[in-house]
């Protein structure tokens, strides 16, 4: 997306194979060399460790040093604020295609981001546009070498100070010339520094010759699909640790471990529309990933799904009832919702600020909550990719109310302040190089009017039939969406489901339909809900923004809307492949007829 205060909800799983370009979370500093284990020695206490004695030395020594006094500090002023974070990450990656390994690593990186700011809280080198002067990013030493941390430390602080006292000039300049700002909040709030050095993340551990076998096995499946022409399964495991200190006093070091299993597939239909599917396993560590056997499963239902919507009939425009599962009920509320509840959209001269005034006014039916909490890991056993116990500002995480019984209690707050709202509340995050701002961690809905899945099925049938429409939909599965927030672009949102049904009125079976996407305007399309079921499901994926991409998650039951408008997605121009893949026999184009979903 290219808006610059947007928000995209996909997962890195769509890759080459969906023409998504996306962002590596990963920054890769050294390759080593390929063997079956990541061998390192015993890890040492946070506290004690060279990289956290580095960092706090280096600090000091630059707050102390760094500008001057009397009349010269007029040209270069004293930093107030100063902090190190630094990403210590080791990644195990694999990729397989068409039943053979295409790629096999292991990655290991220290990345700092200093962060400087002159002036004062109330106004500083990162006030309106210049928010990026504030940080320098580099790479730092991977060995506990203390003496070539510190050398990193002072060529980056110093080349952050630079960047920061250019910034502040401009700011000053641009204040004598500029009409007054509507939202004149500080730009940076007084918060109470954490001091906690959990023990560092372990030496990643990964049987490399065992999941290479694994992708080659589950790669090949897609050979028994000869309409399937591409298909990638990537696997991920990585352990990091975040470590964090500011001239404020904080002291933090966060583990955390997650492992991914990525399967994406992709056929065409005879009219050049292309189709993907994909499925998404996610665990604390490799070893909880699901087995071969489960994983199987989803992969011939996934072959299966994508022979039938290459001959599914495309759909029209669309506006009328419908279903969203559990899964695209969750991207909508990221998207529609969570984008918009982001601290820093609620103030700035380019910012449609949808929901900045209706602090304590509902925006949501009265049946629905909404909160933010990533310091939840799982949800019903599944393992949740927002979670965090430190934001990227040092700050803890906390479980945020932000919309009770339908009514705006709160925004997702960094510490950047806004007019109603003047701390943080442990949500400022960002992708290594990127400045801090509020995001979503875990988006958790909740629902006092449930009814069973069954029972929304009927609802939606009547709704149907109430507004005179032959069908309504049912979205069963989804990718990805996005939301544009900014005031100068329509404020808003496109979700691009996978699998969508239409559902009869008169009994008919359900039939699938391709070429959905699901368009509109937030507060329309969030006060059409009419009902949800009793059951949460969780998508977990990759949120890209200005600062940078983010794991998340959202969780959130299926939901019946009165009205949801749909538009028909680009089809495309390119043949299938004209031959078929080896091995496979030639046959004449489909000319069956259309797949259809069984009544339930």
């Given at each position: 997306m290219t808006e610059r205060n947007s928000g995209t909800l996909g997962i890195r799983r769509i890759l080459i194979l969906a023409g998504v370009s996306t962002a590596v979370l990963f920054l890769a500093a050294a390759i080593r060399p390929q063997h079956t284990a990541l061998a390192a020695s015993t890890p040492v206490a946070a506290g004690d460790s060279p990289l956290i004695g580095a960092l706090d030395t280096e600090l000091k020594r630059a707050m102390s040093s760094l500008g001057a006094d009397g009349d010269a500090a007029a040209q270069q002023p004293k930093p107030y604020y100063l902090s190190y974070a630094v990403s210590d990450a080791t990644q195990v990656g694999i990729t397989a295609q068409y039943g053979a390994i295409t790629n096999s690593n292991q990655r290991r990186a220290r990345i700092v981001?200093?962060?400087?700011?002159?002036?004062s809280p109330a106004e500083d080198n990162t006030h309106g546009d210049h928010r990026t002067s504030a940080l320098t990013t580099f790479p730092l030493p991977l060995t506990d070498d203390r003496d070539a941390i510190a050398r990193s430390l002072w060529f980056a602080t110093n080349?952050?100070?630079?960047?920061?006292?250019?910034?502040?000039?401009?700011?000053?300049t641009e204040q004598q010339v500029r009409a007054r700002e509507e939202d004149n909040s500080a730009d940076f709030s007084e918060e109470k520094p954490a001091v906690d050095l959990l023990p560092p993340a372990p030496a990643l551990v990964v049987d490399r010759a065992a999941w290479e076998q694994r992708?080659?096995?589950?790669?090949?499946?897609?050979?028994?699909?000869?309409?399937?022409?591409?298909?990638?399964v990537q696997f991920e495991a990585s352990n990091e640790t975040d470590y964090f200190v500011s001239s404020e006093g904080a002291r933090t070091a966060n583990p955390s471990h997650v492992a991914r299993l990525v399967v994406v597939a992709r056929t065409r239909a005879a009219d050049g529309m292309d189709m993907f599917r994909d499925e998404t396993f996610e665990a604390d560590s490799a070893a909880n990933l699901p087995d071969q056997q489960t994983v199987a499963v989803k992969v011939m239902a996934?072959?299966?799904?994508?022979?039938?919507?290459?001959?599914?009939?495309?759909?029209?425009?669309?506006?009328?009832?419908?279903?969203?599962?559990?899964?695209?009920?969750?991207?909508?509320?990221?998207?529609?919702?969570g984008h918009r509840l982001e601290g820093q959209r609620q103030r700035g001269d380019d910012e449609g600020q949808t929901f900045t005034k209706l602090l304590g006014k509902p925006i949501l039916p009265s049946f629905l909550s909404v909160a933010d909490d990533p310091t939840l890991s799982t949800f019903q056993g599944t393992s949740l990719s927002g979670h965090y116990d430190f934001d990227d500002e040092g700050q803890p995480a906390r479980h945020v109310d932000l919309i009770k019984d339908g009514v705006l209690e709160t925004f997702l707050m960094s510490r950047l302040p806004i007019a109603s709202v003047?701390?943080?509340?442990?949500?400022?995050?960002a992708e290594s190089g990127h400045m801090p701002t509020g995001r979503q961690g875990?988006?958790?809905?909740?629902?006092?009017?449930?009814?069973?899945?069954?029972?929304?099925?009927?609802?939606?049938?009547a709704e149907a039939k109430k507004q005179g429409k032959p069908y309504g939909l049912y979205f069963e599965d989804i990718s990805s969406g996005f939301a544009v927030t900014t005031r100068r672009s329509p404020q808003a949102f496109q979700v691009i489901p996978l699998v969508?049904?239409?559902?009869?009125?008169?009994?008919?079976?359900?039939?699938?339909?391709?070429?959905?996407?699901?368009?509109?305007?937030?507060?329309?399309?969030?006060n059409s809900i009419m009902a949800t079921s009793d059951k949460q499901?969780?998508?977990?994926?990759?949120?890209?923004?200005?600062?940078?991409?983010?794991?998340?998650?959202?969780?959130?039951?299926?939901?019946?809307?009165?009205?949801?408008?749909?538009?028909?997605?680009?089809?495309?121009?390119?043949?299938?492949?004209?031959?078929?893949?080896?091995?496979?026999?030639?046959?004449?184009?489909?000319?069956?007829?259309?797949?259809?979903?069984?009544?339930?």
């Open positions: 981001d200093v962060q400087v700011r002159l002036g080349r952050g100070y630079a960047r920061a006292l250019d910034g502040f000039l401009k700011v000053k992708l080659r096995d589950i790669s090949s499946m897609f050979s028994q699909f000869p309409d399937v022409f591409a298909d990638q996934m072959g299966k799904d994508l022979e039938a919507l290459r001959v599914a009939p495309i759909t029209e425009p669309f506006d009328g009832p419908a279903i969203l599962s559990g899964r695209a009920s969750a991207v909508f509320f990221h998207e529609v919702l003047a701390q943080s509340n442990g949500h400022g995050r875990n988006l958790i809905v909740t629902s006092s009017k449930t009814v069973p899945e069954s029972e929304l099925r009927n609802m939606l049938i969508v049904y239409r559902v009869y009125v008169d009994d008919r079976p359900d039939e699938l339909v391709r070429g959905v996407s699901i368009v509109g305007t937030p507060q329309a399309a969030l499901e969780v998508f977990n994926g990759i949120c890209g923004a200005e600062s940078g991409s983010i794991p998340v998650s959202a969780v959130a039951p299926a939901m019946l809307v009165s009205q949801i408008e749909t538009q028909r997605q680009a089809q495309g121009t390119s043949r299938p492949p004209i031959l078929p893949p080896p091995g496979a026999p030639i046959s004449p184009p489909p000319t069956g007829p259309t797949l259809m979903k069984g009544a339930n």
